[in-house]
């Protein structure tokens, strides 16, 4: 292997590293990583400029901005409580009112904001009820995930593999992602009830009181709520027809964010660019460069060799050995750096010969949102909710997590395997 590539497979090395430490913010490592493949000649900046992939970014940033101007409206916090009224006050009934409306906002908002927007309202609920909020925080995590691998736009790895693979459009996530997580909560929801019925008691006087909250008033801005929905059905409806139209998901999503600045003002917009999580974007544009240092110097093509080497080049076990590798490696290590790994690997292994990659690219979608689930370091949502109930006073210790989420995990990588093997593989 020539010099080049071993500088960086070692910078990479190096750089994840850091990034499974924590020891340094995952951005600024990312960022000095790319930098320092571009300084030692792996790759020039032009070149590193072509690997970023600006799809991705504006995909993201235009959600963020739409989201972060919607939820100024208080319309999240109204849903969360419309939907404990609804289910009586119970608290195994808003366990599972608040599960579906965090893995159905999942689908179509990113996971750290749909979170973000969930856990104070848990909150709010919990404690009026007088009971312990880690089982529904837990949960939500759980949902949080396993909502957002249903579409294009509902978790970063989609977002990636939909922007490098123009045929994958938002109808195609839909049809051939949403069955299988149909699926996955079904099977979870018993199972969250049959674990936390004794821990989530409450008695009746309590319920009540939850009656007789009113959630209309949690509504601060009705004129900016009208044109947030408005905007935000245009952006949706652009989605299910963006390939009809020639466009890219990123420019649905930056319309619909500037529009949305349009007409509510100029007064938006620096609250709306600071809902912005430039810091997550950053990260991306790190790692774009620091794969591409990989993609250049040959690795990637070698390592997708290695792989039709190991599975003789069949559809059927590549598919399963990336669903695998995929959840594994991404309880354990950040989901989007592998992603950013595999994507390149598994283009290089149809320009190999491999002429069926669909379902590879669903196993690793599959995986890598899914895999997330298993620890409490497997994805950003899960940190976000950990923090969050700190805050409170609540501790939800990684192994407290690991003997929750990583056998969910494992149950949903078994309804995944089935699923890519009847729907793909028979």
């Given amino acids: 292997m020539e010099h080049q590539a071993i500088l960086a497979i070692g910078i990479f090395l190096i750089v994840y590293g850091m990034i499974i430490s924590e020891k340094i913010h995952r951005t600024i490592v990312a960022i000095l ?130 922007s490098a693979v123009k045929e994958l459009t938002f109808m195609a996530f839909i049809n051939n992602l949403t069955p299988i997580i149909l699926i996955i909560v079904l099977v979870y929801l018993p199972i969250f009830i049959w674990m936390f019925k004794k821990q989530i008691q409450s008695k009746p006087e309590l319920q009540q009181s939850i009656m007789e909250m009113d959630e209309k008033a949690m509504i601060t801005d009705h004129k900016l709520l009208r044109k947030c929905l408005f905007v935000l059905g245009l952006t949706i409806l652009g989605f299910f027809l963006h390939q009809a139209f020639h466009l890219e998901s990123a420019t649905v999503a930056l319309s619909g964010a500037f529009l949305l600045l349009l007409v509510t003002g100029e007064h938006m917009l620096e609250k709306a660019f600071h809902s912005v999580e430039w810091v997550t974007i950053f990260f991306f544009v790190g790692l774009f460069v620091l794969v591409s240092g990989l993609v250049e110097t040959g690795v990637i093509a070698k390592l997708a060799a290695a792989a039709i080497e190991l599975t003789g080049g069949n559809v059927a076990t590549s598919s399963m050995l990336i669903l695998w590798l995929s959840a594994i490696a991404s309880a354990f290590l950040d989901n989007i750096p592998f992603v950013a790994t595999m994507i390149p690997m598994i283009q290089e292994m149809g320009n190999m010969g491999v002429s069926n990659l669909e379902p590879l690219w669903w196993s690793l979608a599959l995986g890598a949102c899914l895999g997330g689930n298993g620890t409490l370091i497997g994805a950003s949502a899960n940190l976000i909710v950990a923090g969050l109930a700190s805050k409170e006073g609540y501790t939800i210790t990684f192994m407290k997590y690991l003997k929750f989420g990583f056998p969910l995990m494992i149950l949903s990588m078994v309804l995944s395997s089935i699923y890519v093997y009847v729907r793909y593989l028979m």
């Avoid at 101007?69 to 009112?97: D, H, Q, S």
């Avoid at 909150?123 to 957002?148: C, E, K, Y």
Wanted: hydrophobic share 55%; proline share 5%.
């Fill in 33 to 162: 990583g790319a930098i320092i493949m571009i300084l030692f000649g792996i790759v020039d900046q032009e070149t590193a400029l072509h690997h970023i992939d600006f799809n991705t970014l504006g995909l993201l940033v235009g959600m963020m901005i739409i989201v972060g101007i919607t939820a100024e409206t208080g319309l999240f916090k109204y849903v969360a409580l419309k939907a404990a009224k609804l289910a009586k006050g119970k608290p195994n009934r808003i366990l599972i009112a608040l599960v579906l409306i965090t893995a159905i906002g999942s689908a179509f908002l990113d996971n750290v904001t749909t979170v973000l927007l969930m856990v104070p309202v848990t909150f709010s609920i919990t404690r009026q009820l007088r009971v312990n909020p880690v089982p529904f925080l837990m949960t939500q995590i759980v949902a949080s995930n396993v909502g957002g691998t249903a579409t294009l736009i509902g978790d970063p790895p989609n977002i990636m593999i939909g």
